[in-house]
C-alpha cells in the first residue's frame, strides 16, 4: 500500500520534485511523537499523498489545508496559471475538484482529513499538537509569516517542521519561505535536519 501511494504521488500534478517528496514522506515517517501530519497549502494533492503514505504506515491522519483558490502566482495573467482549473460559474480557479481526484483515485481518502478554508481562520480553532506541520501555502512574504505566527507554535516538542521552496539564493526563487526557516531556526526552539534541495527541516527541541 505504500509503495501504491508513493508511486501515485509521483505520478500526481504539481511541483515538488520526486527527491523532495521522498524526503517529505521519510520525515513524516522518522517522526515519534503523537499527533496529525498537517500541510499548509496542497494544490492538486501531490504532497498529500507523500505524507498519506507515511500516515498509513504509522497509524496517523493528514490534514490537509486549503482554500482551493490559487495563489498569486496561480492567478490568470501570472506564470503558474492553468485556465482549465477556473470554474466557469464563478469565474475563480479551484483546485478542490482536482484535489479530491488525486486523493480519491489513489484510496487515500480514509488517511487525508481535507479542510477547505484559509489557514489563519483554521489555525485559532486548532488545540491538537502537531507531529510534523508542512509549510507550502502562499509564498508571499505576507502570507508565509501568517502561515509561521498561525501554525508554527502548534508544532509538538520533538515533532518537525517542514517548509518548502527555500532558496538562500534570490536568484533561485521567492524569499518568503527562506525567511519563515531562518526565523524559526533563529528562535532557538528548532534544531536543523538534514534536508533536500528545497525542502528544509526542522526538529522542535523545546516549547
Known amino acids: 500500500m505504500t ?26 515517517r522518522a517522526v515519534t511523537v503523537p499527533g496529525p501530519l498537517l500541510e499548509i497549502g496542497s494544490w492538486l494533492g501531490k504532497s498529500a499523498l507523500y505524507l498519506a503514505a507515511a500516515a498509513r504506515e504509522t497509524h496517523r491522519q ?13 492567478q490568470p ?5 492553468q485556465a482549465e482549473l477556473v470554474d466557469p460559474l464563478v469565474g475563480r480557479i479551484d ?3 482536482g484535489f479530491r481526484r488525486t486523493i480519491a483515485h489513489a484510496g487515500a481518502e480514509d488517511v487525508v ?25 502562499s509564498h508571499t512574504e505576507e502570507s508565509a509569516r501568517r502561515d509561521q505566527d498561525a501554525w508554527v507554535a ?3 516538542v520533538g515533532g518537525t517542521l517542514a517548509v518548502h521552496d527555500v532558496f538562500p539564493d534570490p536568484a533561485d526563487g521567492g524569499q ?7 526565523r524559526v531556526l533563529a528562535s532557538g526552539q528548532f534544531t ?3 534536508g533536500t534541495g528545497s525542502l528544509r527541516l526542522l526538529r522542535r527541541t523545546s516549547a
Open 3 to 28: 509503495a501504491d501511494l508513493l508511486a501515485a504521488a509521483a505520478a500526481a500534478p504539481g511541483f515538488m520534485p520526486p527527491e523532495e517528496g521522498r524526503a517529505l514522506y521519510e520525515a513524516a
Open 62 to 74: 493528514v490534514v490537509t489545508v486549503d482554500h482551493h483558490r490559487g495563489s498569486e502566482e496561480h
Open 77 to 81: 495573467g501570472w506564470e503558474y496559471h
Open 95 to 97: 483546485t478542490l475538484p
Open 113 to 137: 482529513v481535507a479542510v477547505v478554508t484559509r489557514s489563519e481562520l483554521l489555525a485559532p480553532l486548532w488545540s491538537t499538537p502537531l507531529a510534523l506541520l508542512f509549510l507550502d501555502g
Open 154 to 156: 502548534k508544532v509538538a
Open 176 to 182: 518568503a519561505p527562506f525567511g519563515v526557516y531562518s
Open 192 to 194: 536543523e535536519l538534514p
